[in-house]
């Protein structure tokens, strides 16, 4: 049996600390910085918060999502709506396929709406523009390039 196969629903999801989010984010998102420089300026606001999927029989974390208050840029009621924003989503490439990713997904949204009801949005990479699809995010501009990351298109959802 493949290790990712073992993996799925073999987790569960949980709030975390912003430091346990530092090895996903260094190893998928920011392989050329350190463990020390992936921690953001947000990541300790008091309206942020960190979901992680942990795997039961290791502890080890499988997928992680920061989410913050950050304003829609250029949205269609321009830039003073107040938002949650999505940062540093990541999965193991391991336990890609297994559920966790999108269950972070679903933990971090409904934890963000019972906190406040407002439009949830991302810099989506290329890659990951069907994942974000399948839980319902469309697009909400044209494609653009981050420099030494990659190109990316700004999605959201709207509570329901």
């Not at 399948?134 to 298109?153: Q, T």
């Amino acid at each position: 049996m493949r290790s990712w196969e073992r993996l799925r629903k073999m987790f569960s999801v949980e709030l975390i600390d912003s430091k346990e989010t530092h090895t996903l984010r260094q190893m998928v998102l920011r392989p050329t910085l350190t463990i020390e420089q992936v921690g953001m300026d947000h990541d300790d606001h008091a309206t942020s918060f960190h979901v992680g999927a942990r795997c039961d029989d290791t502890g080890n974390i499988l997928a992680i999502m920061t989410v913050m208050r950050d304003p829609l840029p250029d949205g269609p009621t321009g830039t003073d709506r107040m938002a949650w924003r999505i940062r540093g989503m990541a999965s193991h490439p391991e336990a890609r396929g297994t559920g966790a990713g999108g269950a972070v997904l679903a933990f971090g949204m409904a934890h963000a709406w019972a906190r406040h009801n407002d439009l949830i949005w991302c810099n989506a990479r290329r890659v990951a523009y069907g994942f974000y699809e399948r839980y319902g995010f469309g697009f909400e501009s044209d494609e653009f390039d981050i420099e030494g990351i990659g190109p990316h298109k700004v999605m959201a959802i709207n509570p329901s």
